[in-house]
């Protein structure tokens, strides 16, 4: 057995325990389609290779996790494995988006300026030229980062409301549009955000603690939407859905756009 092959088996055995309590032969077995000696082995390694890990019970027949548990891999790798649901999106892009992911995303690398039809919901449908900069995900829906000339400024474009595409390989992009300046993608800035000191009842937990984001100044206004911060000066936004307020407002209200950041301004 080679040392990676190895390393796999022994990371399994210290994952089953961490994040489920026990772990036996078969469980080793099963998962590797291997004999009972060899899942024996393996327990006995991992036992000499970390010796107060693991703690055998004799009625279940299994090996479980000890109070001076210490993990020896990295088990924030494992995470992804953990079954979590997720509750569904309206507006992932899907299967039959993915020629106009690949169009937009050979624009980007390319840095192509690219001619769309965009139904805006306040203006209706329109012909736009763009220099695409970068895809952004918010969670509730995905987005384009690009210049638009018709705006004369970078902006955000709503995916699925992209209709048409096609590529302008022959136009020239002015040092203006490129998306290197994009000040406020290429902009990272520090949200502090803390508990709510009128809606969060009980902060025994969370009375102290703040939540340092780090995240591009472009989408700062949606990640303060979705998670409800008030972002008001005096924290006057009273419903309970507010949990958190932005403790250095004012030096993020000088980095970036809080227009959809809640209560901002009132």
């Known amino acids: 057995m080679n040392k990676k092959n190895q390393n796999e088996k022994l990371e399994f055995i210290e994952l089953l325990a961490y994040f489920h309590g026990t772990v036996n032969r078969e469980d080793i077995m099963n998962k590797f389609c291997i004999s009972a000696a060899s899942a024996t082995n ?41 079954p979590v649901y997720t509750i569904p999106t309206l507006n992932k892009p899907i299967d039959d988006e993915i020629d106009k992911i690949a169009v937009i995303s050979r624009a980007i690398h390319r840095i192509h300026i690219l001619k769309i039809t965009y139904n805006s919901i306040s203006s209706g449908s329109s012909i736009r030229e763009i220099v695409p900069v970068a895809f952004a995900n918010t969670q509730l829906r995905w987005h384009l980062r690009a210049y638009d000339r018709k705006r004369q400024q970078y902006a955000d474009f709503v995916f699925r409301r992209i209709l048409k595409i096609k590529t302008m390989k022959n136009s020239l992009i002015k040092e203006y549009e490129h998306p290197n300046n994009d000040k406020q993608w290429h902009l990272f800035i520090n949200l502090k955000l803390k508990a709510h000191p009128r809606n969060v009842t009980d902060t025994y937990i969370m009375k102290n603690k703040i939540y340092d984001i780090r995240i591009r100044s472009a989408m700062a206004g949606y990640f303060l939407q979705l998670w409800n911060v008030d972002c008001s000066h005096d924290a006057i936004l009273k419903e309970k859905k507010y949990q958190y307020i932005l403790e250095n407002i004012n030096e993020v209200s000088k980095l970036t756009d809080l227009t959809l950041a809640p209560g901002y301004g009132e």
């Not at 393996?42 to 996790?65: A, H, R």
């Open 42 to 82: 393996l327990l006995s390694q991992y036992n000499k290779m970390v010796p107060n890990n693991l703690d055998y019970n004799v009625n279940l027949k299994s090996y479980e996790i000890s109070k001076n548990f210490k993990p020896s891999f990295n088990v924030r790798m494992f995470l992804e494995r953990i």
